[in-house]
């Protein structure tokens, strides 16, 4: 009986142990694809206003106003030695107050998001503001492109009081020519 015992226990044991010792396994293949992304946005769409004011002396040109609150937000992905741009541009039918201009500059571009133009002149014609744009993301929330608006008077002769023009402003992320 003490030698049954023992020889079921080594079978046990034995048997536990080639368990323990078998194992198998299974796989899949995953592809992962990195798609093109053209995305652009503005931290907020709320009007900016500007206002010409008085000049700090007399006899010197009235004062156009400047904004600086909005961000230009952008997602970007794209192929290897491609990039993009960004243009600006008003409607076809928009226009200044008359004896003025409406200049915009990209500030604080982030270092791989592109290239910021110098202070261009808004029209009715597709100016690009920011170029070389590769793979990149400026973030949301307080990051971005920061965009300065400058209203600026050219003619004082030509300036008509109470004269208020709104004017839509396009930005456009196209592929570089």
Not at 114 to 139: D, E, F, H, K, Y
């Amino acid at each position: 009986m003490k030698r049954l015992l023992i020889v079921s226990a080594l079978m046990l044991i034995l048997g536990a142990g080639a368990a323990f010792g078998a194992s198998d396994t299974a796989n899949h293949d995953v592809t992962m694809t990195v798609s093109e992304v053209v995305l652009i946005d503005l931290n907020d769409n709320s009007t900016v206003s500007l206002t010409t004011s008085a000049p700090a002396l007399g006899g010197q040109d009235p004062v156009g106003g400047t904004d600086t609150s909005k961000l230009l937000q952008y997602t970007s992905l794209v192929a290897s030695g491609l990039t993009r741009n960004i243009t600006v541009e008003w409607g076809a039918l928009d226009a200044a107050p008359a004896g003025t201009s409406l200049k915009l500059e990209a500030t604080s571009v982030p270092a791989s998001c592109g290239t910021a133009a110098a202070q261009l002149t808004i029209s009715n014609v597709a100016q690009p503001l920011i170029t070389g744009i590769g793979s990149c993301a400026t973030g949301t929330g307080a990051s971005g492109a920061a965009l300065e608006y400058t209203f600026s008077v050219d003619t004082v002769t030509s300036l008509v009081v109470g004269e208020v023009r709104t004017v839509t402003i396009t930005f456009t992320l196209t592929d570089a020519a």
